[in-house]
C-alpha cells in the first residue's frame, strides 16, 4: 500500500506565508511527477504547480511568483512555499504522485494524500 500524507496547513492573515509538506510511504519503487492541488467550496479541483523526477516546475498563473514547488527525492517528499498568500488561496489542498510501486510496474498509478486546510483570512 501507498499512503500520502500532508502537513503544515493552518490559518493564517493574508500576506502571510505557509509551507506544505507532502511525504509519500510504503511499497514504491520511484515516483515520477509529484504535484499540489486545490479545491475551494463549492470550485473545481485545480492544479497549484507539480514538479517532475528531474526537478522542471509547473505552476497555475494564480500562484506564479508567490508559491514555490520542490521535492526531496531521497525522502519521497514534495513541498509547497506559500507566500503573499491571498484569502483567494483559501482551500483544501491536496498532493499526488505518479508512482512505480515496484519494479515491474508496467506503468504508473496516481496517488492521493487526504487534503490539508489553508485558510487566509482578510
Known amino acids: 500500500q501507498v499512503q500520502l500524507v500532508e502537513s503544515g496547513g493552518g490559518l493564517v492573515q493574508a500576506g502571510g506565508s505557509l509551507r506544505l509538506s507532502c511525504a509519500a510511504s510504503?511499497?514504491?519503487?520511484?515516483?515520477?511527477?509529484m504535484g499540489w492541488y486545490r479545491q475551494a467550496p463549492g470550485k473545481q479541483r485545480e492544479l497549484v504547480a507539480s514538479i517532475t523526477r528531474g526537478g522542471s516546475e509547473n505552476y497555475a498563473d494564480s500562484v506564479k511568483g508567490r508559491f514555490t514547488i520542490s521535492r526531496d527525492n531521497a525522502k519521497n517528499t514534495v513541498y509547497l512555499q506559500m507566500n503573499s498568500l491571498k484569502p483567494e488561496d483559501t482551500a483544501v489542498y491536496y498532493c499526488?504522485?505518479?508512482?512505480?510501486?515496484?519494479?515491474?510496474?508496467?506503468?504508473?498509478?496516481?496517488?492521493w494524500g487526504q487534503g490539508t486546510q489553508v485558510t487566509v483570512s482578510s
Open positions: 510504503g511499497r514504491i519503487f520511484s515516483i515520477n511527477a
Open positions: 499526488n504522485a505518479d508512482l512505480f510501486p515496484t519494479r515491474h510496474s508496467p506503468s504508473y498509478l496516481t496517488y
